[in-house]
């Protein structure tokens, strides 16, 4: 078999291959005998079936089969072998009827080339904002993580976040306890107050006590959420679609969270064991730990200031355009030849950025290695059990979670996807000249929805 590139245009080009019977001869042979011991046929012994009855049956099927497969290897070798830069994929000029009289065959495929990049990220300058840890940021992660770690204890009234329990009884038009088999009383409900979409609804419980009765409307707590009104007054979410009336609520209990205090306990819960010894120490893991979490932010800003940067700069190349409007609507059922110059204008700075991303990937060696998913797997695990309260859990959870996970193809291929992004932007974070600015939050949510205009 010889497969050969046929230059067309700068960017565009023909892969040309010939086929000759001895390319192909032994595997036909061998897929025809195999069907002559796996299948049936009337009359005839397992593996006693004449050849003849056989490639009259399934010749033309079997041949087209092993032709087609063993095309496609040797154009991938070709395009391995010789580093073929593509774009997209060999699109086949025409669809090649295979007969059992004709023994050689041409092949033909159009290709399109990636231009070539001369990328000096040494040369490049981008931005990257931090974002100044104030301290009221520090009194605020402050005091929630003393809610968070503190203890539920009886408390005297009703305070933003408690949690009330009592009675709930629906009132007629007149504001009285409506009585009768189709009035709806709850004897041991609960409301929290904070969650209500209605604050002045959440307003009206503030400061009461027990044995106080507050008059409210469940309805405009919740949108009308049928759902969440079924659950509150315990009924059908039919009955709960109608309720529109006011209820009266008696206040039984109230719970509400004493705030976690200085201490070995708190130190140990919010950041291990040891850790922390102090109040002092305590202060700056805080400080510490807001920093952490906003430097995301600052690298998803770096990410499009970056990629903005490189594509302004290098992406002005030629492209083979024909070729990828083909290929696209090859391969995309939603873009047609009516729609395709419109798409294909919306599509191209994403188009220059995936080549030179892929320039860069190459040049600076970023490979994704299995431990690289694992990884990451095991970070997305960690979060969602956190975000459940569940920390601190023994490896082994996170790492049973990860292969699981990692197990599904689609989510594999979007997690793989994610790391290589991730480690890209890293290696061209410290290949590129930062020019580091700290600013105030405010300031960089301004510079950030400029940036992303």
Known sequence: MNVTLEKVGELTGKLIVNVVADDYAKDLDKQIKEIGKTHNFPGFRPGHVPTSI?????????????????????????????????????????VKEISMEEKDYTFEYEVGLSPEFNIDLTAETVPYYTIAVTDEMVKEQDEA?????????????????????????????????????????????????????????????????????????????????SAELASMLRISQDKAAEVKSDFEFAIAEITVVKPAEDGEEFFNNVFGKDHVHNAEEYTAAVKGMIASQLVPNS??????????????????????????????????????????????????PSVKWELIKGNISESLEIKVEEEDLKNFAMMIAARQFAQYGMTGLSE????????????????????????????????????????????????FKKIAEEVQK
């Open 396 to 443: 082994d959870v996170y790492e049973d979670y990860a292969k699981r996970m990692l197990e599904d193809k689609n989510y594999r291929a979007r997690i793989s996807e994610e790391v290589a992004d991730s480690k890209l932007f890293h290696a061209l974070m410290a290949k590129v000249n930062l020019d580091k600015k700290e600013v105030s939050l405010e300031e």
């Open 54 to 94: 056989i490639v009259r049956r399934f010749g033309k099927d079997v041949k087209s089969d092993v032709i087609n497969n063993l095309v496609y290897r040797e154009v991938v070798k070709y395009i391995q072998d010789n580093k073929l830069p593509l774009l997209g994929q060999p699109l086949p000029v025409e």
């Open 299 to 348: 690298d998803n800003l770096f990410r499009i200031q970056a990629e903005k940067q490189l594509v302004d700069k290098y992406g002005n190349v030629e492209l083979p355009t024909e070729f990828l409007k083909k290929w696209l609507i090859a391969t995309n059922k939603e873009l047609t030849a009516d729609n395709i110059d419109v798409e294909f204008d919306k599509m191209l």
């Open 145 to 225: 993580l003393r809610e968070r770690f503190g203890a539920q204890i009886q408390g005297e009234e009703v305070t933003e976040k408690a949690v009330i329990k009592g009675s709930i009884q629906e009132l007629d038009a007149e504001g009285n306890v409506k009585e009768g088999e189709d009035a709806i009383q709850v004897n041991d409900g609960s409301l929290f107050p904070y969650y209500f979409s209605d604050k002045e609804e959440a307003a009206k419980f503030l400061g009461k006590k027990v044995g106080d009765k507050v008059v409210f409307n469940p309805a405009k707590t919740c949108n009308e959420n």
